[in-house]
């Protein structure tokens, strides 16, 4: 998956929806993209210059996703109260059979603010180097 930051708390993502991808027959696999929007929704929150875990994530799924397909993703901040984040994000196809503006899933998410220390307790079972700027594995 591939992000590009946006104007304001938006950020987008693209996600090329491999064979491996495949839940149902031909489509992609709703696990896969519930990842995918957990990791876009969990972008956007980098603006705000900490780490942030995931409390909450409601997906819709609107339509079936081919396999081959590309998704492009926008996600945002909707609103924040102390430690809580609220964000929004939405799919589309945009290369592939079924490729147009339609929106084909949606999700809302709740993710809360933490220090970077959080994750020290987890420090041995890290699979592999950690990429991402607060130490965490990313998609």
Known sequence: MTFTAGEGLEVSGRLTVAQRYQGGPGVIHGGILSVAFDEVQGMACMVLGGPVVTGHLE?????????????????????????KVYTSAE?????????????????????LTIKPEHFAPMADFVDGVPVSPFGTSSL
């Open 91 to 111: 799919a589309r196809i945009v290369e592939g059979p079924t490729a147009g503006d339609t929106v084909v899933a949606t999700s809302r998410g709740l993710f």
């Open 59 to 83: 997906i819709d799924f609107a339509r079936p996703i081919p396999l081959g397909s590309v998704l492009e993703f926008r996600a945002r901040i909707d609103g924040m109260v102390r430690r």
